[in-house]
C-alpha cells in the first residue's frame, strides 16, 4: 500500500486548506484512513479518520475539519477551515487494513510521506 499526501501549504488565520491522500496498491474495503500531525517539538497526534462508518475528528479540530473519500480516485481529503497557528505542523496521512477509525498509530500500518502546513497570525 502507498500513500501520497498534498496539498499543504502557508495560509493566515482563519484561512483554509484542503489536504488528499492518494492510495494505492490496496484491494479491500476494509480499512480507515487516519490523518494526524506532527507540531514542532511536540509528539505526533490524530486529527481525524475515516472508514465505512463515517468520519470521526479529535476535539481540536471538530467543526473545522471535514474528511471526505473518492473512491473513484482512491483519494481522501481532509479539508481545513479557521485554520489558527496552533494547526501548523506537518500533517501525515496513514492507512490501517482491516480496522475500523483508530487513534492509535501503532493500528495503522502504511504511512504517507506528509506535507507540510504553516498558519500565520
Known amino acids: 500500500v502507498q500513500l501520497q499526501a498534498s496539498g499543504g501549504g502557508s495560509v493566515q488565520a482563519g484561512g483554509s486548506l484542503r489536504l488528499s491522500c492518494k492510495l494505492s496498491?490496496?484491494?479491500?474495503?476494509?480499512?480507515?484512513i487516519g490523518w494526524f500531525r506532527q507540531a514542532p517539538g511536540k509528539e505526533r497526534e490524530w486529527v481525524s479518520c475515516?472508514?465505512?462508518?463515517?468520519?470521526f475528528h479529535a476535539a481540536s479540530v471538530k467543526g473545522r475539519f471535514t474528511i471526505s473519500r473518492d473512491n473513484a480516485k482512491n483519494t481522501d481529503y481532509l479539508q481545513m477551515n479557521s485554520l489558527n497557528p496552533e494547526d501548523t505542523a506537518i500533517y501525515y496521512c496513514?492507512?490501517?487494513?482491516?480496522?475500523?477509525?483508530?487513534?492509535?498509530?501503532?493500528?495503522?500500518?502504511?504511512w504517507g510521506q506528509g506535507t507540510l502546513v504553516t498558519v500565520s497570525s
Open positions: 475515516i472508514d465505512s462508518r463515517g468520519s
Open positions: 496498491g490496496f484491494s479491500t474495503d476494509y480499512y480507515a
Open positions: 496513514a492507512f490501517g487494513h482491516r480496522i475500523y477509525c483508530s487513534e492509535s498509530m501503532s493500528d495503522y500500518g502504511f
